[in-house]
T-cell receptor, first 118, second 112 residues
């Protein structure tokens, strides 16, 4: 089982360049998330999606954009890369619980994309 | 969001039990307690979660205090592969946001 797949694994960008970090999951999960992790710190939520066509901001959305055209894919877009966006980016997904309460559904994470902006 | 407090680091000997504490004195009645761990250069991995009762799974056990203001993650026999940062996270059962709010976690070192 592939789970959550992130590409690329590593990338170096120049200031002002743009790129898209790809995330795909094959578990038919409704919820998908993008986090960033700076060195020695915990993860911070950038954007999340509760289903195709629906996205919402997390704690640190500035400088990023997302889209969710399918259940499987949740790409993260950096339009004008800045040194402050140097980080490790993690995508995650979780299922929607039919009974309504979904706070007890674990999130499944990808292996991350290590992004450096110089 | 309710906060959690964990020790920055802990050490354990291989093959011995490890008790990782977490304080969450401002927990609300509908908050679930989740534990994740992150091995070096990997994404976080779900370990266990619970609401009020103690929980067991193949990876670990979760002991929740009666007043729910603290919990303990128990690894019954630590192995070298258990060396990781362990995060204790509270997740609300209501509201639209489903984010995991990660603190700095506990760095577990397992000594051979």
């Amino acid at each position: 089982n592939a789970g959550v797949t992130q590409t690329p694994k590593f990338r170096i960008l120049k200031i002002g360049q743009s790129m898209t970090l790809q995330c795909a999951q094959d578990m038919n999960h409704n919820y998908m998330y993008w986090y960033r992790q700076d060195p020695g710190m915990g993860l911070k939520l950038i954007y999340y999606s509760v289903g195709a066509g629906i996205t919402d901001k997390g704690e640190v959305p500035n400088g990023y954009n997302v889209s969710r055209s399918t259940t499987e894919d949740f790409p993260l877009r950096l339009e004008l890369a800045a040194p402050s966006q140097t980080s490790v980016y993690f995508c995650a997904s979780s299922p929607l619980r039919v009974s309504g309460s979904y706070s007890n559904q674990p999130q499944h994470f990808g292996d991350g994309t290590r992004l450096s902006i110089l | 969001d309710a906060k959690t407090t964990q020790p920055n680091s802990m050490e354990s000997n291989e093959e011995e039990p490890v008790h990782l504490p977490c304080n969450h004195s401002t927990i609300s009645g509908t908050d679930y307690i989740h534990w994740y761990r992150q091995l070096p250069s990997q994404g976080p991995e779900y370990v266990i979660h619970g609401l009020t009762s103690n929980v067991n799974n193949r990876m670990a056990s979760l002991a929740i205090a009666e007043d729910r203001k603290s919990s303990t993650l128990i690894l019954h026999r630590a192995t070298l592969r258990d060396a990781a940062v362990y995060y204790c996270i509270l997740l609300q059962s209501s509201g639209s946001a489903r984010q995991l709010t990660f603190g700095s976690g506990t760095q577990l070192t397992v000594l051979p």
